[in-house]
């Protein structure tokens, strides 16, 4: 087990010999989960740090309309939801649930306290993860505020492409995409095809092409 808990972000670059002294002296569980099985709810309090030792999860939300968004796909070694472990209101803001037959450490709040206290190298991976945390979901607050799909496919592809990259590779098929962006499989095939039409991009399985930048940044000033 420590071999797998040494490559997750926020134990990286702590020695094996000493992660298991540290583990030696406090209290962790281990938890499986079967394929679409709820690891934690949306609302509940974060009061143990999750690491996914083994599979993949999903953070889903409900949007305003009712529909599923899914924020992410998480895959082991990472950590789940380790900004909201600490602070007034530490509840998780999605609901996480198992992809594949998964297990989870949970490392008790007080727990892993104490072990920022020993470590500071584990302080460090902790403060860096939570930083970029923070980040990406202010990221993905700003993409949910859009309210139409062409919005929302253009901040999508702007967030990958960067200022230069005109052709991006996605990484997911239509059906994966219309999934990240809580639509019907139509609907995205229909406004992809749209925006072909207007010249703006070009698509092409798990690839897009950027055809006219300026009307892609239209959409979303």
Request: aromatic share 8%.
């Given at each position: ?139 993905k607050i700003k993409f949910l505020s859009f309210k139409t799909l062409r919005e929302k496919i253009a901040q999508y592809i ?54 006219d930048r300026e009307k892609l940044s239209r959409l979303i000033s």
């Open positions: 087990m420590f071999e797998k808990v040494q490559l997750c972000p926020v134990m990286r670059g702590v020695p094996l010999n000493e992660l298991e002294i540290l583990f030696k002296s406090m209290h962790f569980n281990i938890h499986q989960y079967d394929t679409n099985q709820m690891v934690i709810e949306s609302g509940a309090d974060c009061n143990s740090l999750m690491i996914l030792i083994e599979g993949e999860v999903r953070g889903e939300m409900p949007d305003q309309a009712g529909k599923t968004v899914k924020i992410e796909d998480i895959a082991a070694p990472r950590p789940i939801a380790p900004a909201f472990l600490f602070g007034q209101n530490n509840k998780c803001p999605v609901n996480v649930i198992a992809n594949i037959p998964t297990r989870v450490l949970f490392i008790p709040r007080n727990e892993f306290l104490k072990l920022l206290q020993q470590n500071t190298t584990i302080l460090t991976n902790y403060l860096n993860i939570i930083s970029s945390r923070s980040q990406f979901l202010s990221g702007y967030e990958l492409s960067g200022e230069n990259l005109k052709t991006i590779f996605t990484g997911k098929s239509q059906e994966e995409l219309a999934e990240f962006f809580g639509v019907a499989r139509p609907s995205l095939s229909r406004t992809l095809k749209e925006m072909e039409n207007e010249g703006i991009l070009k698509t092409e399985r798990k690839y897009i092409t950027i055809l």
